[in-house]
């Protein structure tokens, strides 16, 4: 595949100089384009490899979500804000049982705000849907589009109907749930310490925004980020059987595992050294993680639209033995074993 561009060090500056913005707060352009390019380098054979032609689309409109995060846009922006982030820390209180609807969430996490809100309000105003996210939603309700696109090209295929179109959208819609898969990878996107560490900070990390573009932005263009970087470590396509929504909340688990390593970095000086092997090597083991999990989803996403879609019992029925009426419908059900 094509080499992906250095950015101009006036590029990054500039990037880097809007770090205080919140809709900034994302792999910048080379991070998300070359965690898509290696997930599509290394589809099997018998994967969605049609996609792989759209590879520098997929990698380039990857960053669309982003453009939706504009004060100057609040509508947008209050719907999508949320979309980029997992706190972790703060979502304890679901224990294993996360809810599998992204509006039975909300209303779990509305609860928990007004009881915290009895006792500790300061704590109860980031115990909310802004300040805790939705990221997980956002990659299921993308996986879903997308295996609802692949049987809609495989039913074009079987009649002999041109299918650019159709593979066009689906680039779109794998470039946009990538965003999530490709912030996902990022521990800050899964930690209360997503703009400087956040809390008690006994080992005295840094408080304030600029590591994370200095991360994932700088320290990324800083090195030349490439896929052939980390491609070896993608491994064989995996998370094909079992519940996926298990599989995405576990991903994100581990990149909140992850986070305190980010610090740790940054305090030590590595993130202002390129040529630090410590430092490259954790980059290129989370793009590798994040590559790993766009790949799986598009595999497995292939593998389930050559099944025909089932609608009953429609989730939307007060009939339905598991409807919400709190939602208006029924929750996402378990894989059955």
């Known amino acids: 595949m094509r080499k992906i561009a250095r950015k101009s060090t006036l590029a990054a500056l500039s990037l880097l100089a809007t770090l205080s913005s919140p809709a900034a707060l994302a792999w910048g352009g080379r991070g998300h384009a070359v965690i898509d390019h290696a997930a599509l380098d290394t589809l099997p054979a018998d994967g969605p490899i049609f996609l792989r032609k759209y590879a520098e689309y997929i990698g380039e409109e990857a960053g669309a979500p982003d453009t939706w995060r504009s004060s100057s846009e609040p509508f947008s922006k209050i719907d999508e804000d949320p979309n980029h982030t997992w706190f972790l820390e703060r979502l304890r209180f679901l224990g294993p049982n996360v809810p599998r609807s992204r509006y039975a969430f909300v209303l779990a996490l509305y609860r928990e705000h007004e009881r915290v809100k009895a006792t500790d309000p300061k704590a109860a105003e980031r115990l909310n849907v802004r300040w805790t996210g939705t990221l997980p939603y956002a990659v299921m309700e993308g996986y879903g589009r997308i295996v609802a696109g692949m049987r809609a090209l495989r039913a074009k295929r079987s009649r002999g109907e041109p299918t650019a179109n159709i593979e066009q959208t689906l680039a779109f819609y794998t470039a946009w749930m990538?965003?999530?898969?490709?912030?996902?990878?990022?521990?800050?996107?899964?930690?209360?310490?997503?703009?400087?560490?956040?809390?008690d900070n006994p080992k005295g990390y840094v408080t304030t925004g600029g590591i994370h573009g200095a991360f994932e932005i700088g320290y990324a263009d800083a090195i030349d980020l490439q896929p052939a970087d980390f491609a070896?470590?993608?491994?064989?396509?995996?998370?094909?059987?079992?519940d996926l929504f298990a599989h995405v909340l576990q991903f994100l688990a581990d990149s909140n595992a992850d986070v305190e390593t980010i610090f740790a970095l940054e305090k030590r000086g590595i993130l202002s050294d390129p040529k630090s092997r410590e430092g490259r090597d954790?980059?290129?083991?989370?793009?590798?993680?994040?590559?790993?999990?766009?790949?799986?989803?598009?595999?497995?996403?292939?593998?389930?639209?050559a099944q025909p879609?089932?609608?009953?019992?429609?989730?939307?029925?007060?009939?339905?033995?598991?409807?919400?009426?709190?939602?208006?419908?029924?929750?996402?059900?378990?894989?059955?074993?």
């Not at 070896?232 to 079992?242: E, L």
């Open 232 to 242: 070896k470590r993608i491994g064989a396509p995996a998370r094909q059987d079992g």
């Open 178 to 199: 990538s965003h999530y898969i490709g912030d996902g990878a990022n521990p800050h996107h899964a930690s209360i310490h997503c703009e400087g560490w956040f809390g």
């Open 309 to 337: 879609g089932k609608g009953d019992p429609r989730p939307q029925d007060p009939a339905n033995p598991h409807y919400d009426p709190e939602t208006g419908t029924a929750p996402a059900p378990l894989p059955q074993s």
């Open 282 to 305: 954790f980059v290129y083991r989370r793009a590798a993680a994040g590559s790993a999990m766009l790949r799986d989803l598009l595999v497995r996403a292939w593998a389930q639209s």
